[in-house]
């Protein structure tokens, strides 16, 4: 996958690559990241991108023209979907991800200061992202959490390709509890279902555990969700144990 970054801060960015499994994937150049900086398409010698608002009012803009020169150029460079990061952004969720690791190119456009001239976004972005209802400083981070969680659906990248499907949100479930050695930790066991090699019973274990944890924690998760037979079962089964655990 080509991902190209528009960024008055491609420094920052850049270091996304140099951990974990972005480093992985760019290694096995099964990532390629590159970079446009809209300072290089400034006229004047101060290299200034931001304006003044009209209307007057706090904060400055980001102009139009050399933001515009970048994002034509990565794109040409690209080929992809223009992608924007704001706040007013429709929310990433992990569909939403999913769908964009399918592509082989994106650009993503990082906005400073009050956030960018409108007549820019109206011509260039194409879609406009947000990692949640708060805001920062810039678009970033935002592209950077994007990237890593682009990396994960990648083929070859982590090291068992199941990861990313039993991840939190990929069947509408939050994930299962995880352990790993020692087998006792401060007196607290592993569950003994998960020491022994029953393949089916340890699959219903995660499974009774991943519709319990969205069940206490993100209840909307389930409402969203049509459960087979055996999930209600399961479901049913933990909610049993959390009350036989509750009154002993
Ligand atoms: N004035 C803008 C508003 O309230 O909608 C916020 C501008 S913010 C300080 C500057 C830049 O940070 C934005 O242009 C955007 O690129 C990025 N940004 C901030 N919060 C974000 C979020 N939750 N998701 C994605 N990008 C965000």
Not at 38 to 60: A, H, Q, T
Not at 87 to 100: I, S
Not at 165 to 192: C, I, M
Not at 200 to 212: K, M, S, T, V
Request: proline letters at 6%; a negative charge; one cysteine or more.
């Amino acid at each position: 996958m080509r991902i190209d970054i528009v960024s008055i801060f491609p420094e920052l960015v850049k270091t996304v690559g140099d951990f974990g499994i972005a480093r992985i994937a760019l290694e096995r150049s099964i990532l390629e990241l590159n970079f446009w900086n809209p300072r290089d398409y400034c006229e004047d010698s101060y290299r200034r991108v931001d304006d003044r608002p009209y209307g007057g009012g706090p904060g400055m803009v980001m102009q139009a023209p050399p933001l515009a020169a970048a994002i034509r150029d990565a794109r040409s460079a690209n080929q992809g979907r223009v992608i924007g990061l704001s706040p007013q952004g429709k929310p990433l969720d992990q569909t939403a991800v999913e769908g964009l690791a399918s592509k082989s190119a994106l650009v993503l456009v990082a906005g400073r200061y009050e956030g960018i001239d409108q007549r820019l976004l109206d011509a260039e972005v194409e879609e406009e992202l947000s990692i949640g209802d708060y805001v920062v400083a810039g678009g970033e981070l935002p592209a950077m959490v994007l990237i890593e969680a682009l990396v994960r659906y990648l083929p070859g990248v982590l090291g068992n390709e199941e990861s990313a499907k039993t991840d939190s949100f990929s069947a509408g479930l939050l994930d299962w509890p995880h352990y790993t050695r020692p087998e006792e930790f401060e007196g607290k066991k592993v569950p003994q279902t998960l020491l022994g090699g029953n393949h089916n019973e340890i699959r219903r274990w995660r499974l009774r555990h991943a519709l319990g944890q969205t069940w206490l924690r993100r209840p909307d998760l389930l409402e969203k969700k049509r459960l087979s037979e055996e999930e209600q079962l399961l479901l049913d089964e933990f909610k049993e144990q959390l009350k036989g655990q509750e009154g002993s």
